[in-house]
């Protein structure tokens, strides 16, 4: 008989400090483990709880996954102070993930912010595997400070690559800093997509969406084309315990993405 | 085997109360006119449940779980409520086995409702106070005995296997039963018209359209948060799936095999925590966006969902409520407030 809330253990092989509040943890699964770009885990601290986290990692590698996790609650501070070669839980994936097939032939503008670079990494590493299938990969990136950049070896390889355009962006500069400041929506003004042809992927804190989506919208892309990472409290993953509810879904099962127009006519959704 | 046995009211002008025990047991079996307290779902997905030991196989413990429940004195409104619970633990993206399996091993055996209490209001949902589908056996009292409508195979079943106990009903005996069904039905109509509650068909349209209206702050000024109308309700199914450490045990995430549990516990929705993430954000941060919550997952989650509102009018969480809070009157203010064309 299936238990559908046993997560399977993991050995904490390795953890990477990304900033100061953001941490890089190396899952070895003891148990074959797969998942598509876009779907999370819940990820269990045992006797203390478990949390959901969206794989950073390529979901092509399938002996490791990597969880970029940013110090903020219980858990995650528990995370940030332990040491490798522990045991933790995996149960997933759950939900739906990027709908890959629907960005063929598409300019693809990811725009990320702070953590939220961690999903969307990701996705670009499943969009790097399969370049010839799209036709540009643009990327806007905002953090709070440069010492908040999540990846910092990762961004400057990407630009580099061919059919891809990353624009990174901080909300406070400073004395090392000589890139853009300002909010990530002032990197969007110029983006160069084919608003025909294109399709925008956002991830980051729920006020980032919030304005990131209208600035979207006022550039003319359209609600079905706007693929937003909603979040709020879970607990099981599977659509049963109820926590996740927004509007006529759960986030869990039907999203964590969805199209800005499958919520629009929802109450509150960036609360 | 679980049967209702009564609860002496604690004063004369207060409703006897029926609570599920072991039958056979000491307590006088009874039949129940009307709902138990306990809601049915207690006996698929407990108040608390170990789920699971850290990093053990799930213990082949077949004996326990293949454990065969009998309940009396399940009502139609129960049956129609554990729809939603059906709903949520037999559909969707995976199935709970657990639950399934405890669904699979119970055998039910309802009965028509011969009385009810002020907050029962099943009638105004459209469930009828005796079942048509969704049991194993129903009971309708009459005369001296019951008349026994089978409802399942398992049903069938067990008349087969306890046939001294049964013989074949008469056509007069069930016309007779059918006369006792309409006029009870009668009886529980003249209860609720006075109370002019709001149609099945209209409750969606209520609670998105008075989504900002001041019901929500007025009715939840005497809320308590005890969470009671949640944890009571048939169809409420909110849980929260938590680890304990064993004291044994070394640190969080060491190696000793099994020394932590999962489980699962029943959650409310109107507990200050419940939308909480990690950080601290909450979307349900004001007691009134909670509230609202829960009429939003009744009577628009549900329609959508399940094409129906997740209400059976049993009427346990107005009866349970320190704070006297009414499902009734918390849908006529909003109806009262929406738009008077409505």
Redesign the interface.
């Known amino acids: 008989m299936k238990n559908i809330y046993r997560p399977i253990e993991a050995t904490l092989e390795d953890v990477i400090t990304e900033t100061p509040t953001i941490k890089t943890f190396v899952l070895r699964p003891k148990e074959p483990f797969e998942f598509k770009t876009g779907q999370f885990i819940e990820l269990t601290l045992p006797g203390v709880g478990e949390a959901p986290f969206t794989p950073s990692s390529d979901p092509n590698i399938k002996a490791k996954i990597d969880v970029t996790i940013m110090n903020v609650g219980k858990i995650t501070s528990l995370l940030h102070n332990s040491s490798t070669n522990i045991s933790l839980g995996i149960r997933g994936p759950y939900g739906k993930g990027y709908p890959l097939e629907s960005f063929f032939g598409k300019d693809i503008l990811i725009v990320g912010g702070g953590v939220g670079l961690a999903p969307l990494r990701s996705l670009l590493l499943s969009l790097f595997a399969q370049i010839d299938r799209y036709n540009k990969i643009v990327l806007r990136y905002g953090a709070r400070t440069s010492s908040d950049i999540v990846f910092k070896d990762a961004l400057p390889e990407w630009a580099k690559k061919d059919k891809v355009d990353v624009v990174t962006t901080v909300d406070l500069g400073d004395a090392s800093w000589r890139g853009n400041v300002g909010l990530v929506t002032t990197i969007l003004k110029d983006v160069p997509v084919d608003l025909k042809k294109a399709v925008a992927i956002v991830c980051g804190p729920p006020i980032m969406m919030k304005f990131v989506t209208l600035k979207l919208l006022d550039l003319g892309f359209q609600p079905p084309d706007i693929y937003l990472s909603m979040e709020k409290s879970m607990s099981c993953g599977l659509g049963k315990c109820g926590h996740c509810r927004i509007g006529k879904y759960y986030i869990c099962k039907d999203g964590p993405v969805f199209t800005y127009e499958q919520l629009r006519d929802i109450y509150d959704i960036w609360d | 085997m679980f049967a209702p046995a009564a609860k002496e009211p604690l004063g004369a002008a207060l409703e006897a109360d029926y609570c599920f025990v072991r039958a056979l047991g000491d307590a006088p079996l009874v039949y129940n006119p009307y709902r138990t307290v306990e809601p049915l779902k207690s006996f698929f997905t407990p108040a608390q449940e170990k789920?699971?030991d850290?990093?053990l196989p799930?213990k082949d413990s077949n004996a326990k779980?293949a454990e065969k429940n009998v309940i009396f004195g399940v009502k139609s409104c129960d049956i129609t409520g554990h729809k939603v619970q059906d709903y949520?633990?037999l559909e969707?993206?995976?199935?709970?086995?657990?639950y399934r399996?405890r669904r699979e091993n119970t055998l039910i055996i309802s009965s028509d409702c011969t009385g009810f209490k002020e907050v029962c209001h099943c009638l105004a949902w459209d469930i009828l106070p005796h079942p048509a589908v969704g049991f194993d056996i129903n009971l309708s009292p009459l005369n001296d005995g019951y008349l026994a409508e089978v409802g399942s195979a398992a049903g069938e079943d067990f008349v087969q296997k306890y046939d001294e106990y049964f013989s074949r009903a008469k056509e007069p005996q069930i016309n007779a039963r059918n006369k006792k069904r309409e006029n009870f039905i009668e009886q529980l109509r003249k209860h609720l018209l006075p109370q002019n509650l709001v149609r099945k068909d209209s409750v969606q349209k209520l609670v998105k359209e008075g989504?900002n209206l001041n019901t929500w702050q007025e009715f939840m000024l005497t809320c308590v948060e005890c969470g009671g109308c949640n944890l009571i309700c048939d169809t409420c199914?909110?849980?929260?799936?938590?680890?304990?450490?064993?004291p044994s045990?070394q640190k969080?995430?060491?190696?000793e095999n099994g020394?932590?549990e999962?489980l699962?516990l029943w959650?409310s929705?109107l507990y200050a925590n419940?939308?909480?993430?990690?950080?601290?954000?909450n979307?349900l941060k004001m007691r009134a966006q909670r509230l609202r919550?829960r009429f939003?997952?009744k009577f628009?989650?549900f329609v959508?969902?399940l094409g129906v509102p997740a209400c059976c009018g049993c009427g346990r969480c107005i009866e349970v409520c320190p704070g006297k809070i009414d499902i009734r009157e918390v849908l006529k203010d909003l109806a009262k407030k929406s738009s008077p064309h409505k």
């Open positions: 789920l699971l850290y990093f799930d779980q949520v633990f969707g993206v995976e199935v709970d086995s657990q399996l989504y199914h909110c849980f929260l799936l938590a680890d304990r450490a064993m045990s969080p995430g060491g190696k020394a932590h999962k699962r959650d929705c419940y939308a909480r993430v990690a950080g601290g954000a979307p919550n939003m997952k628009d989650f959508d969902n």
